[in-house]
Nanobody, 120 residues
Framework: QVQLVESGGGLVQPGGSLRLSCAASGPISRVYTFRWYRQGPGNQREWVAYITRDGETNYADSVKGRFTISRDNAKNTVYLQMNSLTPGDTAAYYC??????????????WGQGTRVTVSS
């Protein structure tokens, strides 16, 4: 069974930084695009950033210039470096991966989320 596990969330002051990680495990042949989403209090889940297997990236306007997505294909892991955090970044952050398993086709998988709170 494929699992995505996020880590790195926590409480940070405005202007601070956090680095989230998301590791995919299981009978994985290949991970294609990784995406980060977030869901703030009372809000719908919104897309934050994506990175393709070849390293192409794109960001939501709200995080462009502050967040950096990266990945380690050997470890099936994606990272989200978040700088200059504001209270508006407070949310549960979820990773999503397009994963090809050895014994089945490609499917989307989601992690359980890691909470980020930006507050003084």
């Amino acid at each position: 069974q494929v699992q995505l596990v996020e880590s790195g969330g926590g409480l940070v002051q405005p202007g601070g930084s956090l680095r989230l990680s998301c590791a995919a495990s299981g009978p994985i042949s290949r991970v294609y695009t990784f995406r980060w989403y977030r869901q703030g209090p009372g809000n719908q889940r919104e897309w934050v950033a994506y990175i393709t297997r070849d390293g192409e990236t794109n960001y939501a306007d709200s995080v462009k210039g502050r967040f950096t997505i990266s990945r380690d294909n050997a470890k099936n892991t994606v990272y989200l470096q978040m700088n200059s955090l504001t209270p508006g970044d407070t949310a549960a952050y979820y990773c999503n991966g397009e994963i090809l398993m050895y014994d089945s086709g490609k499917s989307d998988y989601w992690g359980q989320g890691t909470r980020v709170t930006v507050s003084s």
